[in-house]
């Protein structure tokens, strides 16, 4: 092999690499969100705001979740519109096919598997961490509405509205993800 050929080569562990850093950043973040829940209603008896902070909490690792699963995209997309194209020109020979493998239909290929659509996945995730957080406020304000004095009720309130924008902002964000891997995943397939 040509040094470009282990250059590339070497490129590729390294993205291998940073994609199952990235996938196993994604189930844990996951994991840790339904621990956190977990944790935080049996916490909630003793810790007033545990039911408003696990809705900003489960937010933001919805937003980390996000962040890693576009990374493994952006990787696939790298490696099937750039690396593989270029070994395939140097060596003469079909390689790193798996990305195009997957997106293929019709033909000789195998039937589609209902499970490879990434967006399965990602909206299981989506519920997961986005419908939390309104039941948890709608609870807490519940439970500690009539509880609580004129001044403690702007509070609460407050603090729900700001729990309720972060929600809204993670809604708005999972959407344009939404969008950003379904045009990704178009453009591999077109490779």
Known sequence: MSDATDIDKAE???LRAESLFHQTNASAIFGLNLVGLGIGITASSRIDAALVVLGVFSCVLWSRYCDHLMSVFRIAA????ELRPRLVTRLGEAVLG???FLRATGGDRMPPIPSTDSRIGFFVALFAFLLPPPLLCVVF???RFPLTSAWSRTLLIAAVAVVGAVWLHAIWRGRRVNRWIR???A???GS
């Open 12 to 14: 590729y562990d390294s």
């Open 78 to 81: 790298y490696v099937d519109r």
């Open 98 to 100: 798996w990305e195009s």
């Open 141 to 143: 304000t519940v439970q």
């Open 183 to 185: 045009r990704t995943d």
């Open 187 to 189: 453009w591999i397939r």
